[in-house]
């Protein structure tokens, strides 16, 4: 753990207390997943993607304010070449504590071990279906096998925290869900059902597929799983079962509340700021982070964005602000 500075506790205007960064380091995706890019990456040229001097100050600075926690998202965050010293400038910051990424797991079996000594303290890995033939519908690629030896590295490498998400769509049957949850039950894993979330561009795909998380919830309990005290890991809702090594969770992004003890800021790949995922604002960071000797007026431009930070989205309204694709900001 790094020697913590002086530093700011940052609060947005509803008293929430935040100190969580997800940090994007690219918007292109070698997946072509049916919820998020399945036409795949635009063609156009994409703007230029935050160096890694520039992550090293972006990070400080939010450092510097209380962020303690910080995840690395795409796009796909392996198909950055530099990404081994991405993950070390992050865990070397003072006051960063946790060091954790999203991926979708195509490159994991080979980078595991490097992430882990660079300093990667938690990874998630996007998985939504254990059949081989729904899982290329979804994707595009029909390389299940690579992503589940992927996570296997990921927990052999010694990965202190490793999640799988399922995004939960229409026709993820009862078999496939007892095959998630049996995972847990040999292996010390975090298998996490999240809701579909609506987009600007999923929105056809959205009404056909969605399932909500209310179903899960209802077999879980069932089943004998109950909710761990204290089970709360930022929206999720953790459950936990006699006999399993590891855990599942439930994030319901349209249940009430849900935005109620939102902790967490984004930064895009090319360094827009977003206060809130499904929000309208995207705030220019990049221009601050140039030079170090910007350190404190980009930390003020971090807290004035805070405080523009929404109550909740309006998912449930059907409004999903300027939110085009989940990996543009990473979700």
């Avoid at 993950?87 to 999203?102: F, I, L, N, Y």
């Avoid at 079996?109 to 660079?118: K, V």
Wanted: aromatic share 6%; net charge positive.
């Amino acid at each position: 753990m790094n020697a913590a500075p002086d530093r700011r506790a940052l609060r947005d205007a509803f008293g929430r207390h935040l100190y969580y960064l997800r940090l994007s380091l690219t918007d292109r995706c070698n997946y072509r997943c049916l919820y998020c890019l399945p036409e795949g990456c635009a063609r156009a040229p994409a703007p230029a993607l935050l160096s890694l001097d520039e992550v090293r100050r972006l990070v400080r600075a939010f450092a510097d304010l209380g962020f303690w926690k910080v995840r690395l998202t795409g796009g796909e965050p392996t198909l950055r070449a530099d990404l081994p010293e991405l993950v070390r400038a992050v865990a070397g910051t003072p006051g960063v504590e946790r060091v954790a990424m999203t991926t979708n797991g195509h490159r994991l079996s080979a980078l595991a071990g490097e992430l882990r000594s660079a300093g990667l303290t938690s990874l998630n890995v996007s998985l939504d279906s254990l059949d081989p033939e729904r899982f290329r519908r979804i994707t595009g690629r029909a390389e299940l096998e690579a992503v589940v030896a992927g996570i296997e590295s990921a927990l052999a490498a010694g990965i202190p925290s490793v999640k799988v998400n399922v995004v939960l769509q229409r026709g993820l049957g009862a078999p496939e869900v007892d095959r998630f949850l049996a995972w847990t039950e040999r292996r010390p894993l975090t298998v996490r059902f999240i809701e579909l979330m609506e987009t600007e561009r999923n929105r056809a795909f959205f009404k056909e597929a969605h399932l909500p998380a209310e179903e899960i919830r209802t077999r879980l309990t069932g089943e004998g799983w109950t909710v761990e005290p204290g089970g709360h890991d930022g929206p999720a809702t953790n459950y936990r079962h006699p006999g399993h090594l590891g855990r599942c969770g439930l994030i319901s992004a349209y249940e009430p509340e849900f935005c109620r003890t939102c902790n967490r800021l984004r930064v895009s790949a090319a360094g827009g700021l977003r206060p809130c995922l499904f929000g309208d604002e995207e705030l220019p960071l990049r221009p601050l982070l140039q030079r170090d000797d910007q350190r404190e007026e980009l930390r003020l431009f971090i807290e004035s964005a805070a405080i523009r930070k929404p109550a909740a989205h309006l998912l449930e309204e059907g409004r999903c602000g300027s939110m085009h694709s989940f990996a543009a900001v990473g979700g």
